[in-house]
Every structure is written in structure tokens, then in C-alpha cells.
């Protein structure tokens, strides 16, 4: 397939293209304009006539427009025979938009509030089907889809650092999984273990503390829920707290519960929360598991009522989270048998202190029998010291390829890009390739709110995402990428941390992040947002004067994975390489390499063989070409001017 052939945008971005009588309706006060010059191509195309879908406003005016606080709004309750069915029980005196669904969560509303399955104590070991649940947790649009080259991620060396060792599985069929969790995996599209999964799904089974360090797009989240929900599957009615009957529950009226959760997820953005918890429903479907989502900026009182229907998966952030556990009437960690750190190299550093030696002690905990997992795509030394402070002295430790790296399906380009020209440089680059999903990622606050304002005023369907945004605002955000009414998505690195997002085709690294904004670890965070799960992705890099802190590291990054290193970055090349990637890898030397210094290490070839296999699946977007335009910009350091073309990066073979 040629580079970035499609076969149209309803192919590369599901539900991008909904009926006419489901987009969103212009109201009074709505800021809705057409834009003042739209982007055209050389040939003078549109952005739509060249395949983007029109670029839709949000509305800010009416969800702020009765000024009252977010705890008003109306909470609802559902039940699994009528997921449709809203009970609502506290009215407000205006009305939230509808403009579109994804996951049964529709705009305007709190992702906490998503369905979940609501168990019946009269089931048997594995509830009934729901098919519109369902469709909702595991429709095609949320299937995993395993990449044609999983190859490439099935053959990554695996190292297993300390005492421990562990003999991987080859398949979820040979975990031991419980029936119900292996009808999960399969309903999800999960059909091969990634390394990370092959190695820690047996760890977690057999009781170990476990740190996991793995490239961007392994499969990390799944590498933990699985086992520990498959493992509490068969013990719930043992080990679950009381909790109402969801059929006779009646939110404000029936007596509630206090939430005792059995797994407690911690994630360091509230967007990685909600995510996480959208897996945590599909994996609990059918069980008496019962997940739920707590996170800063959403109504308190709607993720209340939530915890008071009770809950055994606890998803948070921490700040939310601490909150929560001061209030011990609604939470207690006594049953606690999981604690998870998700994007582990983030959460344990300093800016994080007080919260996380709160969390990690287990709060009202008594027995002191959690077991911790820390999983991550990087782990500096600084995260390695506090989580010794926690871990079992016998605990297993997986290194899948080195920590920090990226990945051979992730095509990187770098393009030297005048800081006055990116804009123009952005446009172009979003004209002339086939339209899919993209995230444009940039270092501050301001600059995600001039990049988006100005692709939308070209006519380009773009959203943001920052801190600054209120919460219903990210969440709106972000729902509107997924189902690709705004299939272009701008953000700050923060907000963004461990997106997983499916056909996210193309990263865009508008700002590299300098060592001010995490440096190369963040850049292996950002393009780990494409190329996942065996699949192929594109990351472009707008690099000039102000990235030479970042030279040394951003080539030998390009190194190890055989990318192309442009002209104008052959001055930091190490000795014995050369600019086409030709050299020994091994020699390599990261200043973040290093394993928890009791020097027993060995490879997953010494102890259980390679997990080198095949695979098949339906990835689109396997690119001939580089992501170049039309022209020559970056091809030296001489910037061009915006008119002339760009993109070219001295790459011009195949990947």
C-alpha cells in the first residue's frame, strides 16, 4: 500500500461521517463561525474537498450558561435490560447538549457516569448477555486490532532483572485465565500476547509485586487487568463488600454503601483514568466486578453515587484519590488486594510525594497484603529508588527491549522547521497527506490554544486539550477525537500521557519537548501515541535551533530503531554509525540504562526462548514514503519559506 492510502475517511476514522440529523445543531450564544481563509492545496483544494471532515465549534456558552456549580446536574441511573433508560434524579434548569455518543458516554456528560454491568446477586458464576451493553463495551470501533507487523513486538529481547524468573505464556488460552475473563479478552479483539503480557500475566497470577517497563503501545494495561481481575473473578462473592441491588437502587434514596475496593488503579491524568476505566468495564462485562472512575474536575457528588452502588475496580488520580480517602464514610482501602501505578516513571518523583506515600501505604489497610504493580515505558532512577521502598524483597522485574526506547513501527521524521514557519508548515504537512486521525503535541498552555484556533479558522476539524480546559471541556475533547468528529487533536504532553487511542495514524511533535519539558523520554511518551500494538504509525518533528539540547539523544534514538538521520542532524551521529542507521545498535549507551543495581539480569532467549511469532490482523497506513510534502524543507538548515514546500527529511526509500 502506497504511504497513507486509505480508502477514505469513514474507513480511517469510524463514525466520522454521522448522519446529517446527528451533527450538532447551531443554538443561541453558540460560538459557530465559518472560517475567514481556508486552507487550500497547490491545486486549490479544501480542506474537505482533500478529505477532512468540517470542523464543528464547541459550545462553551451553553454548558456554562446557568453558572451553577458542576454537583447540580442531574445524576441517573441505569440498568443492564434498558442501558437507554435514564432515571433522573435531580432536575437543573437547562439542558445539556446531545451532539454524539462513543461507548454509550454522550457529549455533556461525565465519563464516571458511563454504563457498567450491573451484577444480580440471583446470577450464576457468569451474569447473562446484554447485547446493547454489549455493543457499546466491544463494537467494532473498540476492538483491538493486532497490527500486521506484531512481529516486530513479538521478537523485542526480554530481560528479567533480580531473582525471580518467570516462564512466559505463549497465548491467553494457556494463562489459566477464568472462562469469563478469557470470553473478555476474545469479545476485545485481544487474539496474541504481547511480551509484556506473555511475562506478567503469570508473574501476577502467582502473587508477585511486579515492575514492568515496556515500549509505548505493548499492551500494558491489559498486561494488568487481566490477570488481576481474572484472579478476584472466581473469589468475588468471598471477598467483595455488600453492596444494593442495582435493580431496586435508587440514587439519593435507597441506602448507600461505602466503596471497598479490591483493585485500586492509580493514573497520573484524568484522561488515562477515564481510558483505563473503559477497559476495566469491557474486562469485568458479565462478572460480578464492578469498576468505577474517580478523578479532579468532574461533580464530586456524581462519582459519589457511583462508589455508593459499590465498587471493586477503583480507577483514580491521586489528588481525587487522597480526597476520597479522607473521607473514610465513603472509602476505605481495608479490602485493598491490588495497588497498580500506571505511567509509574510520572506518578513516584518528587512533584507527587505526599500523595503517592499515601496511596502506596495502603491507607486504613490493616493486613499489609497488597500486592504493588508498576508498569511504565520509562523508569528513571529516581522513580527505581521510592519503589523499593514498597516492593516485595522477592519481586519480579521485566524489561521489555531497553527502558525509554521506541519502536521499529513508528516511522520517525525530523524536519528543520523555523520557529516562524511552523504554523504554515503544519498546514501544509495536514493538506497533502490523506486525512487521519492526528495529535499535534506542543509545549504550553498558549500554544495548544493558537495551533487549534488556527487550523480551525483553515477549515481544518480540530480540538484541544490543556490543563486550563475544564474538565467536561477535556472530556468532550477527547470524546470528539475518538469518534472523529474533530479528528485532529492539539495537546500539551502532560495531558496526553498514555492516551491509547485506536487508528491514531500520525504524531506531531509541533514543539519538540526540550529537556525543560521532560526531554527524550517525553518524546518517546508523545509518537508512542501511533504504531501500536503491531501496528504502523508516522511521528513528525519540527526541529530547529532551539532543539540542540535535544540533538545528542533524538539521533541516537533514531539509531536504534534504523530511522534515517536528516543532514542537518550529522553532527551528533556517534562514531561508527552512519546517517542511514547502519551501525551496531548494541553500542549504544542511554544515560537512562540501568536495572535496579543487584546486577542479575538475563534474557528472556536464556530462559524460556524467544516469543518470536506471527501474526495477523487489519492495520491500514503502511507507508512507502516519508511523511515529506511536496518539496524541501529540512533539507539543510537554511529555512524556506513557507510557499516553497517542506518536508523532505534525506529519506526517500521505503518502511
Not at 447 to 464: I, M, Q, R, Y
Request: glycine share 8%; hydrophobic share 35%.
Amino acid at each position: 500500500m502506497a504511504a497513507w492510502e486509505t480508502k477514505g475517511m469513514a474507513e480511517a476514522l469510524p463514525d466520522a461521517n454521522p448522519p446529517a440529523g446527528d451533527k450538532p445543531q447551531s443554538t443561541s450564544g453558540e460560538m459557530s463561525h465559518a472560517p475567514a481563509a481556508l486552507a487550500l492545496t497547490a491545486d486549490g483544494k479544501t480542506p474537505q474537498e482533500v478529505g477532512w471532515v468540517a470542523p464543528t465549534a464547541y459550545n462553551y456558552l451553553l454548558y456554562n450558561a446557568s453558572g451553577k456549580d458542576s454537583a447540580t446536574q442531574s445524576a441517573t441511573t441505569t440498568t443492564n435490560d434498558n442501558p437507554d433508560r435514564e432515571t433522573t434524579t435531580e432536575a437543573t434548569d437547562y439542558q445539556l447538549p446531545v451532539t454524539e455518543s462513543y461507548q454509550g458516554v454522550t457529549q455533556g456528560e461525565w465519563h464516571s457516569n458511563a454504563k457498567v454491568y450491573e451484577w444480580n446477586d440471583e446470577y450464576g458464576d457468569i451474569g447473562p448477555k446484554f447485547d446493547q451493553l454489549e455493543k457499546q463495551l466491544f463494537g467494532d470501533v473498540n476492538r483491538v486490532r493486532t497490527g500486521i507487523n506484531f512481529a516486530n513486538i513479538s521478537e523485542i529481547q526480554v530481560i528479567q532483572e533480580g531473582t525471580v524468573r518467570i516462564d512466559p505464556v505463549r497465548n491467553f488460552d494457556d494463562a489459566g485465565l477464568h472462562p469469563a475473563m478469557l470470553e473478555n479478552v476474545k469479545l476485545a479483539g485481544y487474539n496474541q500476547c504481547t511480551p509484556v503480557q506473555a511475562y506478567t500475566l503469570p508473574a501476577i497470577l502467582k502473587g508477585y509485586d511486579i515492575v514492568a517497563c515496556a515500549q509505548t503501545g505493548s499492551g500494558k494495561t491489559a498486561a494488568y487487568l487481566i490477570p488481576t481481575l481474572s484472579k478476584l473473578m472466581g473469589k468475588a462473592k468471598k471477598l467483595a463488600a455488600f453492596r444494593p441491588n442495582p435493580a431496586t437502587f435508587e440514587a439519593g434514596v435507597s441506602a448507600a454503601v461505602r466503596a471497598e475496593p479490591l483493585i485500586l488503579v492509580v493514573a497520573p491524568s484524568r484522561e488515562l483514568a477515564t481510558q483505563i476505566f473503559d477497559e476495566a468495564r469491557r474486562f469485568c462485562y458479565r462478572t460480578m466486578l464492578r469498576p468505577c472512575v474517580i478523578y479532579g474536575g468532574g461533580p464530586m457528588v456524581d462519582q459519589i453515587r457511583q462508589l455508593e452502588k459499590g465498587c471493586d475496580v477503583l480507577i483514580a488520580t491521586p489528588g481525587r484519590l487522597c480526597d476520597f480517602m479522607d473521607r473514610t464514610h465513603l472509602l476505605t482501602l481495608k479490602r485493598l488486594k491490588y495497588i497498580v501505578i500506571d505511567e509509574a516513571d510520572e506518578l513516584l518523583t518528587s512533584d507527587w510525594e505526599q500523595e503517592m506515600n499515601k496511596i502506596m501505604s495502603g491507607g486504613d489497610q490493616e493486613e499489609g497484603n497488597i500486592t504493588y504493580l508498576l508498569y511504565s515505558a520509562t523508569f528513571p532512577k529516581t522513580a527505581r529508588d521510592i519503589a523499593k521502598n514498597h516492593l516485595a524483597h522477592e519481586h519480579v522485574r521485566i524489561r521489555v527491549g531497553r527502558a525509554g526506547s521506541s519502536h521499529v513501527n513508528i516511522k520517525q521524521d525530523i524536519v528543520f522547521v523555523e520557529a516562524s514557519l511552523k504554523r504554515q508548515a503544519l498546514l501544509d504537512l495536514l493538506m497533502s497527506k490523506p486525512p487521519a486521525r492526528t495529535i499535534v503535541f506542543v509545549n504550553s498552555k498558549r500554544a495548544a490554544d493558537e495551533v487549534d484556533d488556527f487550523l480551525f479558522n483553515k477549515g481544518l476539524p480540530c480540538t484541544s486539550i490543556h490543563a486550563d480546559r475544564t474538565q467536561r471541556e477535556r472530556e468532550d475533547a477527547i470524546r470528539a477525537f475518538r469518534s472523529g468528529t474533530s479528528p485532529i487533536l492539539v495537546a500539551t504532553g502532560v495531558s496526553a500521557r498514555g492516551l491509547d487511542i485506536h487508528n491514531v495514524m500520525h504524531v506531531i511533535n509541533y514543539d519538540l519537548p526540550s529537556t525543560q519539558f521532560g526531554g527524550i523520554e517525553e518524546y518517546t511518551h508523545r509518537i508512542g501515541r501511533t504504531g501500536r500494538i503491531g501496528n504502523l504509525g508516522l511521528a513528525t518533528s519540527f526541529y530547529n535551533d532551539h532543539d540542540e539540547d535535544l540533538g545528542t539523544t533524538l539521533v541516537k534514538t533514531l539509531l536504534e530503531t534504523k530511522q534515517v538521520v536528516p543532514d542537518f542532524l550529522h553532527q551528533y551521529l556517534p562514531e561508527g554509525f552512519t546517517a542511514e542507521g547502519e551501525g551496531d545498535a548494541a553500542q549504544l549507551k542511554f544515560e537512562t540504562d540501568s536495572d535496579f543495581g543487584d546486577g542479575t539480569e538475563e534474557t528472556a532467549a536464556e530462559n524460556g526462548g524467544d516469543l518470536g511469532q506471527t501474526a495477523s490482523g487489519d492495520a491500514w497506513g503502511a507507508a512507502e514514503e516519508p511523511a515529506g510534502a511536496t518539496s524541501d524543507w529540512g533539507v539543510t538548515k537554511e529555512p524556506a519559506t513557507a510557499a516553497s514546500g517542506w518536508g523532505t527529511t534525506g529519506d526517500s526509500g521505503a518502511w
